[in-house]
């Protein structure tokens, strides 16, 4: 799936990166915990999360991760939004709640990938 | 330090909680320009960033020690704040002292010190009440 299908299925807005949207992506994962979300590496691509500081940032960057959605109509401040910037992340930012986005993306191919302990 | 490695020494300031992970970033960077496998340099970050995290949120800051030899990376974390008063408890996922606060942050799960774990090949953390803690991390090249 490309980050644009994210963006429009989830009736997002592109915050930054907006050269990035043709970027294809394999898998996702959701929390507002970024411990949760360091537990389990593995390939995921996306982080979706209604939680907003510049560690989300932070967390998708250790994590390789392209893309970040913020849900529930959170938005980041500017020195979160920054960051992602100077890092090469998309920003994208849905009024959605985090479990319509999830399913949403989930039943569109957008699977969670493994979870490995390494 | 190995006369072939690479020293790096950063303080970790405990007032910003925003600038947390920069110590992590910087060594990030070194090891993927250095062109250590993904997995390598990934570990390390992780490791290395919840270190940080954990001397921000519970011992107002501190400082971390790196040194990158040909066959590991060694990371020494060292704060003078509360101490842990029970590792086995600390390392035990889930179980987190962190106050609401920290949570709203999206931190303070209680799976810092096990994913420091899981992330490292070997692990040591000396700690006094009331003294700080010295957390040593090594992964293997």
Redesign the interface.
């Known amino acids: 799936m490309k980050i644009i299908d994210i963006m429009n299925a989830t009736e997002a807005e592109v915050l930054t990166g907006e050269d990035q949207l043709e970027l294809e992506v394999y898998s996702a994962c959701a929390s507002d915990m970024m411990s949760d979300v360091l537990a389990f590496v593995k390939e995921q691509a996306v982080l979706i999360t209604g939680l907003v500081n510049p560690q989300v940032v932070r967390t998708a960057e250790m994590m390789d991760m392209q893309c970040i959605v913020f849900v529930r109509g959170k938005k980041p401040d500017a020195e979160t939004l920054t960051l992602a910037k100077k890092k090469g992340l998309v920003v994208l930012a849905s009024k959605l709640r985090m479990y319509t986005a999830c399913g949403l993306l989930f039943s569109m191919g957008l699977h969670g990938g493994t979870i490995n302990a390494e | 330090m190995q006369s072939d490695g690479l020293h790096f020494e950063f303080a970790v300031d405990g007032e910003n ?5 920069t110590a ?2 910087t060594i ?1 960077n070194t090891l993927k320009k250095l062109g250590l496998p ?2 390598t340099v ?2 390390t ?2 490791a290395m ?2 270190g940080e ?1 954990n001397m921000v949120i519970h011992a107002g800051g501190g400082t971390a020690v790196v040194d990158i030899t040909p066959t590991a990376i060694e990371i020494e974390l060292k704060d003078e704040g509360p101490g842990i008063a029970d590792i086995e408890l600390a390392m035990r996922e889930g179980y987190s002292t962190a106050p609401e606060e920290i ?1 709203m ?8 010190l ?2 420091m774990k ?2 490292s090949d070997e692990m040591k953390i000396e700690s006094e009440v009331s003294k700080g803690t010295r957390v040593l991390l090594k992964i293997n090249i």
């Not at chain 2, 909680?17 to 992970?21: D, K």
């Open positions: 909680f925003a600038s947390a992970g992590s970033e990030k993904p997995a990934r570990r970050a992780i960033y919840e995290i949570r942050l999206g931190f303070g799960a209680g799976m810092g096990s994913n899981k992330y």
